[in-house]
């Protein structure tokens, strides 16, 4: 079956930490990016970060650049995103989704193609 799976999300403390998971399956990952996005209540979703499954390389929003590091496990065909420093304001629930390989890349949702069912982060004291 072809699907993406997150896991890993929950209620957090400010100043705290999660990683989240994306387990991929019924596809192969090399050919594509996979990315993480996020969506708030009442807002709409937004880019997070991507990583380009064959080299490794990455994108972050500035919203999060130096906070969330994102990283893949070809073996197990796992995305991870490790957020720190979290934020009230990064409470929301987290998607992650797949964009076949281009020549350019990008953090715009309506390009990916496949999507997780989402898990739910929440940054609260």
């Known amino acids: 079956q072809v699907q993406l799976v997150e896991s890993g999300g929950g209620l957090v403390h400010p100043g705290g930490s999660l990683r989240l998971s994306c387990a991929a399956s019924?596809?192969?990952?090399?050919?594509?990016?996979i990315g993480w996005f996020r969506q708030a209540p009442g807002k709409e979703r937004e880019g997070v970060s991507y990583?380009?499954?064959?080299?490794?390389?990455?994108r972050y929003a500035d919203s999060v650049k130096g906070r969330f590091t994102i990283s893949r496990d070809n073996v197990k065909k796992t995305v991870y995103l490790q957020m720190n420093n979290l934020a009230p304001e990064d409470t929301a629930v987290y998607y992650c989704?797949?964009?076949?390989?281009?020549?350019?890349?990008?953090?715009?949702?309506?390009?990916?193609?496949?999507w997780g069912q989402g898990t739910q982060v929440t940054v609260s004291s």
């Open positions: 990583i380009i499954i064959l080299n490794g390389s990455t």
């Open positions: 019924g596809f192969t990952l090399d050919y594509y990016s």
């Open positions: 989704a797949r964009r076949r390989l281009a020549t350019t890349n990008t953090l715009d949702p309506k390009t990916y193609d496949l």
